[in-house]
């Protein structure tokens, strides 16, 4: 018996011998685990652009449901306090959204489409008005004619072409306005849902934090998210109305016909930063070089909706919003353009509210604090949120 205990003593001390202490067992170097975690991270945000880019369908009504509840929640909760139910207040109020969609589309439908009738006959009108300006065009291209025929041996041989068919410019519009539609529909269920539910979600997430300062903070940045995501969105409706109405004044003092189509068309591109406001100055410019006379007065028209465009941008919309929902004009094209890659004009549109929501979170975590702060216009610090 003893001798098999010394024999299980000298085993463990043999072991221990083997074993090197911890203190003495190599260590990884920090660098390195820092540069594994950033390795990581990459492939996370490669693979989450991935993911989000080919889950298109499924993910842009969602995000575009939480935005609607997100804008119209304020709402919602303050008629809460008067005695209104939830599930009444959010019917009402997302339907009377619906309502105005299905205007604007009615309202677009017979000019766009009367529009797009006369594009044939509108290039040929555009042609004639700038012949003096591509006659030089046309010589070049003659010249660059000549050229191909000499380098081909002057071959009289007809060569027969294959021409691929592609679908009309019109069906192709009628495809994409039916998908938008099945997912603004899809989107403004979701959204009737959430305002109905009221706070249970904003609970059920508050809950599942475990300490008392991760349930207030947790709570801080829901209710902040929630209040510039609202007053950005609904504040911004506004004055895209007002600058539609402009707009539309200045063209019909300019004599620009069916002006009220086009202050509808800049109320819309006007949810696009920077963006919206150079494609409608080129769209205004083509379409009144075809059907006003004189050629000045194309012109003019750029001109009146560049100026209305300017003064909402630099002076009407940072005074309205505020410092404190200003944000890092790079930050926002560059979220602009990024999203409008991944998901089209609907993620150009949702690119702001989304930075907003990233800026509250930031802005809220210690750790993202400095990222926070890059996303806020010149001088914003991690203390003040911007939007």
Do not use: H
């Amino acid at each position: 018996m003893m001798d098999g205990v010394a024999d299980m003593r000298e085993t463990s001390q043999a072991t221990d011998r083997a074993v090197p202490p911890p203190d003495t067992l190599p260590a990884v170097p920090v660098r390195d685990t820092g540069r594994i975690e950033m390795l990581l991270g990459g492939i996370f945000f490669i693979l989450t652009v991935l993911a989000t880019y080919f889950a298109k369908d499924v993910l842009l009504p969602i995000v575009l449901g939480i935005l609607i509840s997100l804008t119209l929640s304020p709402i919602v909760r303050t008629l809460g306090r008067i005695g209104i139910p939830a599930a009444i207040t959010s019917v009402l109020l997302v339907v009377s959204l619906a309502a105005s969609v299905g205007f604007l589309v009615y309202a677009l439908s017979t000019p766009v489409s009367a529009m797009m009738d006369e594009a044939p006959r509108a290039g040929w009108k555009l042609q004639a008005k700038l012949k003096t300006l591509t006659e030089s065009v046309e010589a070049v291209k003659n010249a660059s004619e000549e050229v191909e025929k000499l380098a081909s041996g002057g071959e009289s041989e007809e060569v027969q072409r294959v021409v691929i068919e592609r679908p009309g410019i019109l069906n192709y519009a009628v495809s994409s306005l039916a998908s938008a539609g099945a997912s603004l529909a899809v989107a403004l269920v979701l959204s009737i849902f959430l305002l109905s539910s009221n706070d249970l979600f904003y609970s059920k997430i508050v809950r599942s934090f475990s300490r008392f300062e991760d349930k207030k903070r947790a709570l801080r940045v829901i209710y902040d998210i929630e209040r510039k995501v609202s007053r950005y969105l609904l504040t911004i409706t506004v004055i895209n109305a007002g600058l539609g109405l402009a707009i539309a004044a200045a063209l019909y003092l300019v004599g620009v016909p069916q002006f009220y189509v086009w202050g509808l068309i800049a109320f819309l591109l006007n949810f696009l930063p920077y963006i919206g406001a150079i494609a409608g100055v080129l769209l205004v410019g083509v379409y009144t070089l075809v059907t006003v006379d004189p050629l000045a007065t194309a012109f003019i028209a750029m001109a009146a909706y560049f100026t209305c465009t300017t003064i909402e941008g630099q002076f009407v919309t940072p005074t309205v919003l505020g410092r404190r929902l200003e944000m890092n004009t790079v930050a926002v094209f560059v979220t602009v353009v990024f999203w409008g890659w991944l998901w089209g004009i609907a993620g150009a549109l949702m690119a702001v509210p989304f930075l907003v929501l990233v800026k509250v979170i930031c802005d809220n975590s210690p750790n993202l604090q400095t990222f926070g702060s890059f996303l806020g216009s010149r001088g914003d610090g991690p203390d003040t949120v911007s939007a």
